[in-house]
């Protein structure tokens, strides 16, 4: 029973198309994110999402847009993608908001952009 | 805001040996620390945490972390390291009142036969 899955687990694109990540948790949390993990391992926040709603928005470019259509679901989509976009994103979730509940993480998804 | 600097970036250490991964953090509030680790190609998987009571946390595989408030680091440690604890470690930090939780670098513990 896999508690947060993405997917692809790997996706490989040429520049400026559009692609989508999928994660989906069967923890029955209420939080959720996506981290970008770049290729010195550097590990950021781009988004959360408390129970459907938007909460954590980091300096992003608006090509990244993530859309939650219910709790357990966190979506990702780019659009017009950068060689600069190349990394592991990671989707995580949490019980609720407190700093103190651990997050779970997927097992990544890698994009390659050519 | 919150910090986290994890100062080594990489660590090797042979089998069976001793081995402190070091984590220092900057906040001014109370805070809540982490240790999380990603294996080979995997997702970062929760090693232990500080959230009160008791400086000293351990994880169920031997490794241990001391919150030192005066020092303000979160040091993990292990007194005997196997070949499977090869992995990458982060360290990171919660502010008590924020939901979003900051890592550190990251520090490569490799284990040599």
């Not at chain 2, 805001?1 to 001793?18: G, N």
Request: some cysteine; aromatic content about 12%.
């Amino acid at each position: 029973d896999t508690a947060v899955s993405q997917t692809p687990k790997y996706l490989v694109t040429q520049m400026g198309n559009d692609k989508s990540i999928k994660c989906e948790q069967n923890l029955g949390h209420d939080t959720m994110y996506w981290y970008k993990q770049d290729s010195k391992k550097f590990l950021k926040i781009m988004f959360s999402y408390n129970n459907k709603e938007l909460i954590i928005n980091e300096t992003v470019p608006n090509r990244f847009s993530p859309k939650s259509p219910d709790k357990a679901h966190l979506n990702l989509h780019i659009n017009s993608l950068e060689l600069g976009d190349s990394a592991v994103y990671f989707c995580a979730s949490s019980l609720g908001t407190s700093g103190s509940n651990e997050q779970f993480f997927g097992p990544g998804t890698r994009l390659t952009v050519l | 805001a919150q910090s986290v600097t994890q100062l080594d970036s990489q660590v090797p250490v042979f089998e069976e040996a001793p081995v402190e991964l070091r984590c220092n953090y900057s906040s001014s509030v109370s805070v809540y620390l982490f240790w999380y680790v990603q294996y080979p190609n995997q997702g970062l998987q929760l090693l232990l945490k500080y959230l009160s009571g008791s400086t000293l946390v351990e994880s169920i595989n031997g490794f241990e972390a001391e919150f030192n408030k005066s020092q303000t680091s979160f040091h993990l440690r292990k007194p005997s390291v196997h070949i499977s604890d090869t992995a990458e470690y982060f360290c990171a930090v919660s502010e008590a009142g924020s939901y979003q939780l900051t890592f550190g670098k990251g520090t490569k513990l490799s284990v040599i036969p």
